[in-house]
């Protein structure tokens, strides 16, 4: 049983930075990926980025040079950094564990089909 449990959320201005961070716990084989995935009310589900466990990354397009995401393995704990933050990055944010079946790239396509969640921070950026 894989738990998740994320921290960092809050609110900040229009061009500030955050950083989310996702304690994982439980047994993970090389397989599982871990993401980041938002949802913000009558806005479209979507995986932010992605980390397999070897260190390979995607990002969604819409954040790609904004948004860092990074793992520790000795700490368990995954990352998002967030720079330039927009008004329309506003949602939960949660942290999600999964093994796609077609590997990372499949991971950033999930609309919300993960095996385990964490309960999710809110981020609210402001203009």
């Known amino acids: 049983q894989v738990q998740l449990a994320e921290s960092g959320g809050g609110s900040v201005q229009a061009g500030g930075s955050l950083r989310l961070s996702c304690v994982a716990s439980g047994y993970m084989n090389s397989q599982y990926c871990l993401a980041w995935f938002r949802h913000a009310p009558g806005k479209r589900r979507e995986v932010v980025a992605a980390?397999?466990?070897?260190?390979?990354?995607r990002y969604a397009e819409f954040v790609t040079g904004r948004f860092t995401i990074s793992q520790d393995n000795a700490k368990n704990t995954l990352y998002l950094e967030m720079n330039s933050l927009k008004p329309e990055d506003t949602a939960m944010y949660y942290c999600v564990a999964d093994v796609p079946p077609g590997g990372i790239a499949t991971m950033l396509r999930n609309r919300g089909d993960f095996g385990y969640w964490g309960q999710g921070t809110l981020v609210t950026v402001s203009s």
């Open positions: 980390i397999d466990r070897n260190g390979v990354t």
